[in-house]
Nanobody, 123 residues
Framework: QVQLVESGGGLVQPGGSLRLSCAAS????????MGWYRQAPGKQRELVAI???????NYADSVKGRFTISRDNSKNTVYLQLNSLKPEDTAVYYC?????????????????WGQGTQVTVSS
């Protein structure tokens, strides 16, 4: 019922920047906290940044000062600006949203995940 479609990943040199987008669509009633996670090869998925519906944010220590999360509620979209990228930022980045939606049999509130977008930082 709800889809999160990510875009903006790619190959970038160390020190470069990328901007990731994740747009939610479907029978959405409300979107609460949204966030970005990443998973590098051989590692567990980790939280990168979250943003509440009120705009409060939190970041992993490893990205503080370099990444910025934001959202546009009118577009049901969350963004992640990645600056000063390092090779260790290489991972598949996933967006997540806490969503209330209409399933056809009633309203549900569930976390929804995007398909992931690859970010590769290499010279």
């Amino acid at each position: 019922q709800v889809q999160l479609v990510e875009s903006g990943g790619g190959l970038v040199q160390p020190g470069g920047s990328l901007r990731l987008s994740c747009a939610a669509s479907g029978n959405i009633f409300n979107i609460y906290t949204m966030g970005w996670y990443r998973q590098a090869p051989g590692k567990q998925r980790e939280l990168v940044a979250i943003i509440t519906n009120e705009g409060n944010t939190n970041y992993a220590d490893s990205v503080k000062g370099r990444f910025t999360i934001s959202r546009d509620n009118s577009k049901n979209t969350v963004y992640l600006q990645l600056n000063s990228l390092k090779p260790e930022d290489t991972a598949v980045y996933y967006c997540n949203a806490d969503v209330t939606f209409y399933s056809g049999s009633g309203y549900r509130r569930e976390p929804c995940w995007g398909q992931g977008t690859q970010v590769t930082v290499s010279s």
